[in-house]
């Protein structure tokens, strides 16, 4: 069944085992009923029969970060190359054709059963070549989820916000090279969520107040914290919170290896000692404890 055409992009017939070793029962990958998440799809289309078609039960979030492929949606074909992300409705039928050697697709499957979550995706293929800034904004948000995902204390709420907030970034981006108003119907409350929930997880900036937050969406206070509270079931400091520990974590876990002083300056924090307090306080491990274990996982996977 292995083919080569003149791109180089090559279909093989599925092994029973990926080159890291992974098998059916251990993709490292976490699904419950309403969502799955895969920071890395290979071993799934490693396991897929070539040709034939599939409908996805669920909606789909498809971002290409490394690599190639040819796929079908509902018979139409598509190319995907590097920085390439495409949204696909439920019940849509997916074919997919081909993929290159070294491709690293991320991959969403969603299906939470709201109106609002009917009206972002809508019924129509969204296909988006993105820049490199929105690359670093969908990056950011697979990051965030695999970060809550993984955590013990998430719920599925957590995610389900932040699904939202990517598909409203994902209009936000169809609509300026359309120049449509796809999500021009959503109602003022939950288009502030939305928004608030997009600051809060995309920029890398110290962290805001709730002043600073309502300032720059042209609200309240009051009314944020009222919104956010009524939409979320969350405060707007348990965000904030969210997304400095968020933040902390993968600062710890860059192989460079930043010092405390410089993740305090990052997230906004006077001196080290408040990062290791707010970071114990939060997950029970100082940063160098969390350091040390993510050192460890790596040294693991680079051995297997």
Partial sequence: MARRNKN????????????????????????????????NAKPYLERLVFGVPRRAAENRIIYVREGGARVKINFVSYELHKGDLLLIPANYIVLIDSYSYDVEPWLLDFNYGTVEEKEMVGIETMYLSLTESEINVVEHYFTLMYQIDTSSARTNEDLMHLVMSMLYFTHQMYDSRTGKQSWHKIPRAKQIKAEFVNMVVTQDVPQLTISEYAKALHVSENYLSIIIKQETHQTVKKWIEQKTETQIKMLLSEPKGRTLGEIAEIV???????????????????????????????????QM
Avoid at 12 to 21: D, F, I, L, V
Avoid at 270 to 276: E, K, L, R, T
């Fill in 268 to 302: 906004g924090y006077s001196s080290p000692p408040q990062v290791v307090r707010f970071f114990k306080r939060r997950t029970g491990m100082t940063p160098y404890e969390y350091r040390k274990m993510t050192m460890k996982e790596r040294a693991r996977l680079e």
């Fill in 8 to 39: 180089s992009i090559s279909k093989t017939q599925a092994p029973k085992r990926n080159e890291s070793g992974l098998t059916d029962d251990n993709l490292g990958n976490f699904f419950d009923e309403s969502h799955g998440l895969m920071m």
